[in-house]
């Protein structure tokens, strides 16, 4: 079984500061873990993902996540926040003994204030 | 490349009424998926096919919920009665395939409004 706790549903950051949001997950086999964006009115977009190569992967928008396993986590950072980074977050697990579909976490609002 | 589109974008239901969705998944993508995000939680996944052929349906309501993609492209889902609980957005992905590698591509939903 997989599962994923994100462990912030709201984060609220000033424009230029860093952005953390934290995920922790649960696999029962070696997992595929991603990040998801969801503006509003827009369909989900990949951020990046972790498929067993380098523990941190860059993605987007300056975006990146470092795979931990000893801490089961993939904690989301950006060195600063721009306003446009404001929507909803989604940390996803997909691992081989699921048909490789994907869970996701309950999701991270972002807030970035001027 | 056009993206995964789906439709209606908006609909309100009373209860015990019917409502079907379509989606049309990107071209050339062999596995599309449904899923339901109910407001304030992560999608949820509903049915994912594989060309015509159904993978795994086991989060399905099969009860009140149908879904089909007759020719390995298009795809509708069907509520058939609708419930007050069953208000969510459906969200409709398509990939390559099924290796994990395959990046899942979303549409932009359908909000589903029960009265």
């Known amino acids: 079984a997989q599962s994923v706790t994100q462990l912030d549903s709201h984060v609220s950051v000033s424009e230029g500061t860093p952005v953390l949001l934290r995920c922790n997950y649960s696999?029962?086999?070696?997992?595929?873990l991603f990040w998801y964006v969801q503006h509003p009115n827009k369909g989900l977009q990949l951020l990046l993902k972790?498929?067993?190569?380098?523990?941190l992967v860059k993605g987007i928008n300056g975006f990146e996540a470092e795979f931990k396993k000893s801490e089961t986590s993939f904690h989301l950072t950006k060195p600063s926040a721009h306003m446009s980074d404001a929507a909803e977050y989604f940390c996803?697990?997909?691992?081989?003994?699921?048909?490789?579909?994907?869970?996701f976490g309950s999701g991270t609002q972002l807030t970035v204030l001027p | 490349e056009a993206g995964v589109a789906q439709s209606p974008r908006y609909k309100i239901i009373e209860k015990r009424q019917s409502v079907a969705f379509w989606c049309n998944p990107i071209?050339?993508?062999?596995?599309l998926y449904w899923y339901q995000q109910i407001l304030g939680q992560g999608p949820k996944l509903l049915i994912q096919?594989?060309?015509?052929?159904?993978?795994?349906d086991s989060q399905l309501p099969k009860d009140r919920f149908s879904a089909e993609r007759l020719k390995g492209v298009d795809s509708t889902l069907k509520i058939q009665p609708a419930k007050l609980e069953d208000s969510a957005v459906y969200l409709c992905?398509?990939?390559?395939?099924?290796?994990?590698?395959?990046?899942?591509?979303f549409g932009p939903g359908t909000r589903l409004t029960v009265l």
């Open positions: 992905a398509s990939s390559l395939g099924l290796a994990e590698y395959n990046e899942q591509f």
């Open positions: 696999s029962s086999y070696s997992p595929s």
């Open positions: 972790y498929t067993s190569a380098a523990t």
């Open positions: 996803v697990v997909s691992d081989s003994g699921s048909a490789r579909q994907l869970t």
């Open positions: 071209s050339g993508h062999a596995t």
């Open positions: 096919f594989q060309n015509n052929g159904v993978v795994d």
